[in-house]
């Protein structure tokens, strides 16, 4: 694959070997949001360095990233751990340094998620929302977002309507944000591309009228499935702004109608 | 204090400095569970370990437990590192390790919980059942449960009947189970209690009619409040069952009718 094929988000996880257990790196400005790298990116980054030290687990199963500093465009580098190498599953640690700071602290349990196509006995339903037609593009989204969000023009998102009050100052109150997901260039969905998309729409803070950044303490995604291709349906809620934190659920769904990641994180509320 | 007048979870999860970044502590055999020492208790004392380390930090705010073999009674060495120390958190890993091998990888960042005392939106509210008085003791658990489960005796566990047709052949298949904890000797909560009781209940999957353990792959708690003095009310419940894995969400609330902890965490399905 020569770099003039490759999608942005092959681009933007791409990693060189840089010595045993280490990765080398490029954060991309077109990932920033808010003056930082995204979060869902910086552990797809993370995750594709563990992904590339056990060939035979290559899929995060559980994935848990704890946020230490802002990162910013630049070179990485990434060092990994392996904790433990098991039949089915492989565990080990990533870190993601700049200039000397750790960024991101990972610790992740890896598999073959086709060894996972067993029995499917879930009681979760998607949930409903209009056709990606009918829903509100980042291109209606207030401009002080745009300019502060890089990433979104990486994005094919299509918010539902009913949860985009905040947008024109009329926020529901609910916590809860849902819309169509799909990558801006085409590529299609695979699980690297799920931990992005557990941390890629606006902070449900927004939906309680509490608009700024919300900088993630923890963030861990289970993936349950390998996506198929096409739309992502994509939903973060939140029940719980307490404290100074909240939490953040999201659920992720594929075209075929199959739960294939569910998420939930630790932010600190913006101060708003 | 001396140990005569310690409760069982304090001496459950005691430790003696062993070198830097290094504590001793003991398994009991109280704590097991269907062969192996119940996951909650093992993440609390590598929890004790980590909140000994950061003395301005006592408080996990949000800790994550990778599952890698099953512990046993007996001896048993906490290694920690610090990876960052801040001015509000400070994020350290831990490692439970027996007779040379890991038994589990812990991520973890703590502050003090007493410093989150503001404001509370919170849109959950605690759920609804019956008193202590009226819900199931676990004297009435089937034999065969209280046989594999030796903590259940450290536990006052009162089970809400709703969620307990499973114990009489009679599962009710939303995967819920939900009741009232309190440690048996009286001991009073805190959040490295609060580890214990996020893997205290029976798995979710016996009220899916799926008798058997579920071995822990993750376990990831947010320490939402200091809990106040008095029963906990504690929620289990999944929505996923597939492919052999299942996710299992609890959350606890405190006799103030705080939400005090949420967990989730990703466990093999029964095979039974």
Redesign the interface.
């Known amino acids: 694959m020569t770099t003039a094929t490759r999608s942005e988000f092959d681009q933007g996880i791409a990693l060189s070997p840089a010595g045993p257990g280490r990765y080398a790196g490029e954060l991309g400005e077109g990932w920033q949001i808010g003056g930082g790298v995204n979060g869902g990116l910086l552990l797809a980054v993370a995750g594709h360095a563990l992904s590339l030290e056990h060939p035979e687990h290559p899929d995060p199963?559980?994935i848990?990233g704890?946020y230490?500093?802002a990162s910013v465009p630049g070179p990485v580098e990434v060092r990994t751990e392996t904790?433990?190498r098991g039949r089915s599953?492989s565990?080990g640690?990533a870190?993601l340094h700049q200039d000397g700071e750790?960024r991101l602290?990972v610790?992740?349990?890896y598999g073959d998620?086709d060894a996972?196509?067993?029995?499917?006995?879930?009681?979760?339903v998607p949930f409903e929302m209009p056709p990606p037609e009918e829903c509100i593009g980042v291109e209606h989204a207030p401009k002080q977002l745009i300019e502060q969000a890089a990433l979104l023009e990486r994005f094919d998102l299509r918010l539902d309507p009913a949860t985009v009050g905040w947008a024109v100052g009329a926020p529901s109150g609910?916590?809860c944000i849902q819309g169509w997901f799909r990558l801006a260039d085409g590529r299609e969905p695979d699980p690297l591309q799920l931990l992005l998309v557990a941390d890629a729409l606006p902070p449900v803070t927004f939906d309680?009228g509490l608009p700024g950044w919300a900088p993630t303490?923890?963030l861990?995604v289970?993936l349950?499935?390998r996506p198929a291709a096409g739309w992502l349906r994509v939903r973060h809620a939140?029940?719980?702004?307490?404290?100074?934190?909240f939490?953040e659920d999201a659920e992720v769904w594929d075209s075929t109608g199959r739960?294939v990641a569910?998420s939930?994180q630790?932010a600190r509320a913006p101060r708003g």
Chains 1, 2 share one sequence.
Do not use: D, K, M, P
Request: no cysteine; charged share 20%; net charge positive.
């Open positions: 199963v559980s848990s704890y230490l500093s904790v433990r599953l565990t640690t870190s750790e602290r610790l992740a349990t998620l996972q196509a067993g029995e499917v006995r879930t009681s979760a609910n916590g309680l303490i923890e861990t289970h349950r499935a939140t029940r719980n702004l307490a404290g100074g934190y939490e739960l569910q939930r630790l």
